[in-house]
């Protein structure tokens, strides 16, 4: 993970973990633990419906097919006149 140089912060829409495992398969083989267990939510779906969802996916494939990492400039410039899309508020 160190080597990978971990989580890519610019990343702010959605794809940060898939730009993180190909990082990582560049620098050896991943392997899958069947074993674990990951749990999860719909929470994402139920709040933001199926939009979000969409727009959830396709941060995934842009950030498998294409060669920049997606942020959310990009998503902002182009979506914002339909959703409304927001910065994520500060942690203090």
């Keep these: 993970m160190k080597e990978a140089g971990g989580f890519n912060k610019n990343i702010k829409f959605y794809g940060e973990d898939t730009n993180l495992g190909i990082r990582l398969s560049s620098i050896g083989r991943l392997k899958f633990n069947t074993d674990m267990i990951v749990y999860t939510s719909a929470r994402r779906f139920k709040k933001g419906g199926v939009v979000n969802s969409m727009l959830h996916l396709q941060g995934y494939f842009k ?22 899309l927001k910065d994520r508020p500060k942690k203090k």
Aim: contains cysteine; positive net charge; charged residues 25%.
């Design 63 to 84: 950030e498998l097919l294409l060669p920049t990492p997606v942020c959310t400039v990009n998503y902002k410039r182009r979506f914002n006149k339909f959703f409304h």
